[in-house]
């Protein structure tokens, strides 16, 4: 198996060329990213099968080229909103398999368009396999297996976690940050009411947590609105949330509004955001069992012919110590394993929670991703997943 990582030198890429150098099977990795040095220069920290290519995403005859050469693209290249479709046309236009770690709603829901086209090719391609999407939409599910009946489903986590990481080749404004701008301003779609429809994003919600107190969250545009709604279109709402932001919200309403008035750039305002990260936006610290967890998913329906509730989160032992990057680029390299070991084998454009992914089996794969090779600890998926149910 020949990989290749765009964005291999980003935040997010970095981590997950580590993971990925660590797997077995895999016969090549190339580092494909804009600044050649950066590439080459990390790709001489690993083994013989680690090489570093320059490699432009706006140019789709460039990806074309040199895809060709390669059985599988892992695209970890922000923001999303330009460069996700892109990329995974150019990957299906020369036969390669595709994941990524997509963390805009637009795009994603462009690339389930491509469905048909993968599936005639018997490609292999996950939109938004990372923290969120990804552990979300795979906890979430677990949630509504739960049930008898799914009628919402809840995806949220932290907005404080989602701290950039220090190491990239990256230059100019962070793309999470330019992803945070996005799906802040204007109107992004969520499903409810047994439909799609456009909100500003930041409209707080009341969330009852089963087991905990009942807390205020806020929309946020992100793929999971979209995903969950077009494999399950039997429920009534799926919408994503961000919480740990109540005393900030202001703040960034305020940005928002400098934005929609043209008084400052899209841009300028990914440079403020980064600048507040690390500021006013600090995390309050530990898990505090009265308060949304820092990742879940949370389904709303029927249990034995009542209304019932079921959040899912990871175990405070197997996440508080993951940084943003590692959030993000573990489940990734987790996916890319179970699809070498042919635990996922399903055609076509698919988000984590299609029923192509077993949750259960890849959590329970997740932490040995990154554990180390001299440690012998085996995990099941207990080891990482709290199950909170209304009716327990």
């Not at 797997?23 to 570093?52: C, M, P, Q």
């Not at 990239?168 to 047994?194: D, L």
């Not at 698919?350 to 077993?358: N, Q, T, V, Y």
Request: aromatic residues 8%; contains cysteine; proline residues 4%.
């Amino acid at each position: 198996m020949k990989v290749i990582i765009t964005g291999g030198c980003g935040g997010m890429g970095r981590f997950l060329v580590r993971a990925v150098a660590r797997l077995k099977n895999i016969e090549s990795i190339t580092i494909a990213d804009l600044v050649e040095a950066s590439a080459k220069e990390f790709a001489s920290d690993f083994d013989h099968r680690v090489s570093g290519i320059s490699l432009d995403v706006s140019d789709s005859k460039a990806m074309a080229e040199t895809f060709e050469h390669h059985d599988i693209v892992l695209n970890t290249t922000g923001p999303f909103f330009r460069f996700g479709k892109p990329v995974l046309e150019a990957a299906l236009n020369s036969n390669c398999h595709y994941m990524d770690i997509c963390d805009d709603w637009e795009p994603a829901e462009e690339m389930l368009m491509l469905d048909g086209e993968a599936k005639s090719k018997n490609l292999t391609a996950i939109v938004g396999l990372g923290a969120s999407p990804g552990l979300t939409n795979l906890l979430a599910l677990l949630a509504m297996n739960q049930l008898d009946e799914v009628e919402k489903v809840y995806t949220g986590w932290d907005l404080t976690a989602a701290t950039p990481e220090d190491e990239s080749s990256q230059e100019g404004a962070n793309a999470a940050m330019e992803h945070g701008i996005e799906q802040m301003t204007g109107k992004v779609k969520i499903f409810r009411n047994g439909s799609f429809e456009m909100v500003r994003p930041l409209e707080k919600v009341y969330i009852n947590y089963p087991g905990k107190a009942g807390s205020n969250a806020y929309i946020f545009g992100h793929p999971e609105a979209i995903t969950f709604a077009h494999h399950y279109p039997e429920i009534k709402a799926s919408v994503n949330l961000c919480h740990g932001i109540e005393e900030s919200v202001l703040i960034l309403k305020f940005i928002r509004f400098l934005v929609e008035w043209r008084l400052i750039s899209k841009n300028q305002a990914a440079r403020i955001l980064t600048w507040l990260e690390g500021k006013a936006f600090q995390s309050a610290g530990g898990e505090d069992s009265e308060k949304l967890p820092s990742v879940y998913g949370l389904a709303f329906g029927i249990k034995d012919g009542q209304p019932a509730s079921v959040g899912c989160t990871l175990s405070s032992t197997s996440s508080s110590e993951l940084s943003m990057g590692e959030a993000t680029a573990y489940p990734l390299a987790c996916g890319l394993e179970m699809f070498l070991n042919k635990e996922i084998t399903r055609a076509g454009v698919f988000a984590p929670e299609s029923g192509a992914i077993d949750p259960s089996t890849f959590l329970a794969n997740f932490l040995g991703v990154f554990e180390e090779p001299s440690n012998e600890h085996s995990f099941d998926a207990s080891d990482l997943i709290v199950l909170d149910r209304s009716w327990s």
